[in-house]
């Protein structure tokens, strides 16, 4: 009895294993639910956005931050290495990307009805050695191109800073989809 459950363990640990490979099937079953979100505390704005619900693999995919001050005067925000920190995980597989802050205490200047944008770059994305092969794969494709790996993505952005006065922490969040450009698929 007792090998039979090691085995049964076994079969299922192997069997909820993720895969790297992801067919448009697998996308199509997601729904986009927003590709722009705003957020407005007092006199900022914080508005998270994506170019469009849908790309194709090898499309540059177009996501930013952006942070608008709507006060009198210019003032001096204080950050971590971004003004804009964005949290991205895939979906389908379950995977999160995840992004070294280097640097604090980093100032940016806001003018009035300005807006700061930051677009998402992919530098400092940092992952373990104790991290699933499947992982490890899906993290150094991600890195390497220019566009994202097929799938669904969900974006959760965060604008944390200090203002001279208040300490601000503004969040928003988008999604969108990445088909494959495999016409098997």
């Known amino acids: 009895m007792r090998n039979f459950i090691v085995v049964l363990t076994f079969v299922i640990l192997v069997g909820c294993g993720t895969s790297n490979t992801v067919t448009n099937e697998d996308v199509a079953s997601y729904e986009v639910k927003q590709t722009f979100d705003e957020q407005v505390e007092d006199e900022f704005i914080f508005r998270l956005v994506t170019g469009k619900e849908e790309y194709q693999e090898g499309e540059e995919v177009e996501l930013y931050g952006e942070i608008i001050y709507t006060g009198a005067e210019e003032i001096i925000i204080a ?43 992919k530098q400092g994305i940092s992952y373990t050695e104790q991290e699933s092969e499947d992982y490890t794969k899906f993290i150094e494709d991600f890195s390497s191109r ?13 604008t944390d800073f200090f203002d001279g006065t208040d300490h601000r922490k503004l969040k928003a969040a988008v999604d969108f989809k990445v088909w494959t450009g495999s016409e098997e698929d």
């Open 79 to 121: 950050h971590a290495a971004s003004a804009v920190i964005f949290n991205i995980e895939e979906q389908i597989r379950g995977f999160e990307v995840t992004h070294a802050v280097p640097e604090i205490g980093l100032q940016t200047t806001l003018v009035p009805d300005t807006s700061y944008r930051e677009d998402y770059s």
């Open 146 to 158: 220019n566009d994202f790996p097929p799938g669904y993505y969900t974006v959760e952005a965060t």
